[in-house]
């Protein structure tokens, strides 16, 4: 019983430290945080659980499933940083215990202890983990989908039972995650891999008719309700304009070159991307196997990393959330080469890559470091504290790969990317909080604030106050923020309101107190933003 018991002690230890602990420590940052955590209030509030809504504007950008989960967190302990992150820490957790689950099932326990902890102690995994938004829950229900469907297919008629009706409910709650890339992703992987099992002479049972039934009848729980109740404008704004124009454009301005993936992934994944370098080439000389599982799972992972990294690098628009469905591939794939490690069976490029791995990380962690100093302000002590902590674990993981204790090395390892994290919890995240949260302002700009008086964007609208504020600003038909350009726009503004809070940049102050149609008073100074009670100064 303990040995059946000490990997979820182990899996929970870790997700606890990178995923669970201080996360509602700091405010929401960057527009999408606060945005999300807004609409699942006022989900909460109007007891709708079918449309999204921003100031009551039905908001149609983003599908409702990290939003149900954010408003079931809010409605037990209230609207509050730790129930908009909570989903996220929830469903990577969820997913370290569905890779322990598979490494077990096709090798052994340990194996897949590995690929879970390799998943929950990288750079990439945690960073999303701990953040209010839908790519984890995505990444957690394309994995889990994926793993069920290469367990179907090699665990014969018992298992088909009940993992491929599993892999199918997994596409459909990935829909729900984060719309039609949920079914994309996996769809072009299983393409790939289904190629190259016909050129291996491996058969793939997909039961597709009565498995796009499932997928049909969990994402319809949404997508039918909302196309019944909003018609085209749903269709438009959401599959059109958020899908197919997001991907064909930079619209929405996240233009990146072709290999923009490559880097994010090769430091997203330490301290163990180097490890995928033996990986590539086991998986190369395993290409044209088909009679060991373990050798399929190795191509399937392969698959499963190269084809959607292709795919997105195509795409017009890129962020490093979208290659995040990929690390539980990777993860497996790592966890192969590490075991090897352990059992003394690694290759000399093996051996190199671990000797290598821990002054890489070491010498990332410390650029950051640097960064993070120049950037905003991190003080002296602590940033010099870490890098030598960090070093000095690099190190010791470095003598243990020399002195052949493989152990050792793995837990200073992840001991090293523990460090790391709590450093950013305790000194570089309350930093960056105060740049870009807008919890402090808020809070000072609220109790300023007059009855009715509504906030105003000039020129930019920081998208904190959103939920801050409980949603105080002036919207547009879609639900996003209303950004004034001119003079005139303000004074026309001023029109339906007696004041009005305008949010602007700095340099844009001297020309609103210049102009004489207004009466400008500053409320509020932050770094990158002034608050301005505005009033017309020309009559009725």
């Given amino acids: 019983m303990p040995r059946r018991i000490a990997p979820y002690l182990v899996i929970t230890l870790v997700g606890g430290v990178f995923f669970f602990y201080g996360l509602g420590s700091f405010g929401l940052l960057g527009p999408d945080e606060p945005r999300y955590a807004q609409v699942a209030r006022e989900m909460v509030r109007s007891g709708d659980l079918v449309t999204p809504r921003t ?72 960073a999303f983990a701990r953040g209010a938004s839908h790519d984890m829950l995505l990444t957690a ?27 199918y409910g997994s596409i459909g709650l990935a829909l729900l995650a984060k719309g039609l890339v949920g079914a994309v992703i996996p769809g072009i992987i ?36 909302m196309a019944l109740r909003h018609g085209w404008m749903f269709i438009d704004e959401f599959i059109i304009n958020h899908h197919l124009r997001r991907f064909t454009s930079d619209r929405f301005h996240h233009p990146g070159p072709f290999y923009y993936y490559l880097p994010i992934l090769a430091v997203g994944l330490l301290p163990w991307s180097a490890f995928l370098v033996p990986s590539a080439v086991r998986a190369w000389a395993s290409r044209s196997a088909s009679d060991d599982p373990v050798r399929r799972l190795i191509i399937y992972g392969w698959i499963w990393i190269l084809v959607p990294t292709v795919f997105f690098s195509v795409s017009s628009s890129k962020l490093p959330g979208y290659i995040l469905p990929v690390v539980p591939a990777a993860s497996l794939l790592i966890a192969f080469e590490v075991e090897a490690l352990l059992d003394g069976q690694g290759s000399v490029l093996l051996r190199r890559c671990s000797l290598v791995t821990p ?54 390892l992840v001991m090293n990317a523990a460090v790391l994290l709590l450093f ?7 930093a960056v909080a105060t740049l870009d949260s807008m919890k402090a302002p808020a809070e000072e700009l609220l109790v300023r604030m007059r009855p009715g008086e ?41 029109k339906a309101y007696e004041s009005v809070i305008v949010v602007t940049p700095p340099a844009v102050l001297p020309g609103l107190r210049s102009d004489l149609r207004l009466h400008a008073e500053l409320l509020l100074e932050h770094p990158e933003y002034v608050f301005v009670r505005l009033k017309s100064s020309v009559g009725p």
């Fill in 141 to 167: 229900a394309i994995g889990t989908g994926l793993y069920l469907f290469f367990l179907a297919q090699e665990g014969g008629r018992i298992a088909r039972r009940w993992a491929l009706p599993g892999f």
């Fill in 454 to 494: 509504p906030i105003a964007g000039y020129f930019v609208f920081p998208h904190g106050l959103t939920f801050y504020t409980d949603a105080r600003g002036i919207y547009d038909r879609l639900g996003n923020p209303a950004i004034y350009q001119s003079p005139e726009e303000l004074i026309a503004l001023l």
């Fill in 55 to 126: 100031a009551g504007i039905p908001w149609f950008e983003k599908p409702v499933l990290l939003f149900w989960f954010q408003a079931g967190a809010m409605a037990v302990a209230g609207a509050n940083e730790g129930s908009a992150r909570v989903p996220s820490a929830i469903a990577a957790l969820l997913m370290m215990i569905c890779l322990f689950l598979t490494g077990r099932s096709i090798r052994s326990s340990r194996f897949g202890l590995l690929a879970a902890v390799i998943f929950g102690s990288n750079l990439l995994v945690p």
């Fill in 359 to 412: 002054w890489l990380y070491a010498l990332i962690a410390i650029a950051g470091l640097v960064y993070a100093r120049s950037r905003i302000g991190l003080p002296f002590a602590p940033a010099l504290t870490a890098g030598l902590g960090l070093s000095a674990l690099a190190a010791l993981a470095f003598l243990s790969a020399r002195r052949n204790r493989p152990r050792w090395y793995v837990a200073v």
């Fill in 190 to 225: 299983l393409i790939g891999y289904l190629i190259w099992a016909r050129r291996a002479g491996v058969d793939i049972r997909l039961q597709a008719g009565w498995g796009a039934v499932i997928v049909l009848l969990v994402a319809g729980l949404w997508y039918f309700p």
């Fill in 424 to 430: 950013v919890k305790g000194w570089i995240m309350p």
